[in-house]
């Protein structure tokens, strides 16, 4: 809360008044910080073989989701491809991994690093075209999965891993990662800003995107829930999982809308309301799993 109020109160003032600057921001913030964030979150967490299973079952829950979402009888129920996209990835980078870190002990958090790090495959790699607009195939794929943030920052992790330095470079890129974060809650706030100073935040935009809001905060973390279950993963691995499917909307979603030019507005009012939702959502699935056991 002490990152997450000021920067999208500040970022509101400046997209109030310089709207022009999220357009401005958006492509150098995803060229460049987005793999800078990922290199130092994948060194700083150490993450091993053992989070292979954590793994497998994060790509079936985000990917088939995603997959299930392409189908034409849903898009009456979600219409737009920031909604499909952000109704199943979420904000595990800024807002799972502490609550992990709070809440879990520590050896939760390469659990969450590896659902976080899928969780950023999946987004950057099928979020541009699904976006976009661009008709989705396997050589488009291939390329937005060469050309992405998160293989970049993934590439560089593994190089850095080889050497020496290791220990000491993943000290100074935890740093720029959270910069990062605190430059795209500005650009959050930004974006918001634009919103209201044009008028379009305001309650029909945002029932909208009820059936999103839903889907990323209700049903996902219990399809989560119920994979961990069938699989029979210890509690701990089963409530880092299930507390990462509950992330509210990824920011990356509001990223790759501002670098598309493509439905900006439902972006923000869907990661704007998520993150407020989920603060209260959240703990309450944290309850839930403490009765479970």
């Known amino acids: 809360m002490l990152e997450l109020l000021p920067c999208l109160g500040f970022g509101l003032l400046f997209g109030w008044h310089r709207p022009l600057w999220p357009v401005r921001l958006a492509p150098p913030l995803v060229r460049f910080g987005v793999p800078l964030s990922i290199a130092g979150l994948v060194l700083r967490s150490g993450v091993h073989w053992d989070v292979l299973g954590a793994a497998l079952l994060t790509l079936g829950l985000i990917g088939g989701s995603l997959l299930l979402l392409l189908w034409p009888l849903w898009r009456r129920w979600l ?67 060469v050309r992405s943030p998160s293989v970049q920052g993934m590439t560089l992790a593994v190089l850095l891993q080889l050497t020496p330095l290791a220990p000491v470079m993943a000290s100074w890129l935890w740093w720029p990662a959270r910069v990062v974060i605190v430059l795209a809650l500005l650009l959050l706030g930004m974006r918001l800003g634009v919103m209201l100073r044009s008028g379009e935040v305001n309650a029909p935009a945002l029932e909208v995107l009820r059936p999103a809001l839903l889907a990323k905060l209700l049903l996902l973390p219990a399809v989560m829930w119920a994979l961990a279950a069938m699989t029979a993963q210890p509690a701990l691995v089963r409530d880092v999982l299930v507390l990462q499917a509950a992330a509210p909307t990824a920011i990356s979603v509001l990223l790759i809308a501002e670098a598309s030019s493509r439905d900006v507005s439902e972006a923000a009012g869907l990661v704007f309301a998520s993150t407020l939702l989920a603060l209260f959502s959240v703990p309450l699935w944290w309850l839930l799993l403490q009765a479970l056991g």
């Open 79 to 145: 219409p737009w491809g920031v909604t499909r996209l952000g109704a199943v990835t979420g904000n595990t980078g800024y807002f799972g991994v502490p609550v992990v870190l709070a809440l879990l002990p520590p050896a939760g958090l390469a659990f969450a690093v590896i659902y976080d790090i899928v969780g950023s495959l999946i987004t950057w790699t099928v979020g541009p075209p699904l976006i976009s607009g661009v008709r989705i195939s396997g050589r488009s794929l291939v390329a937005h999965l």
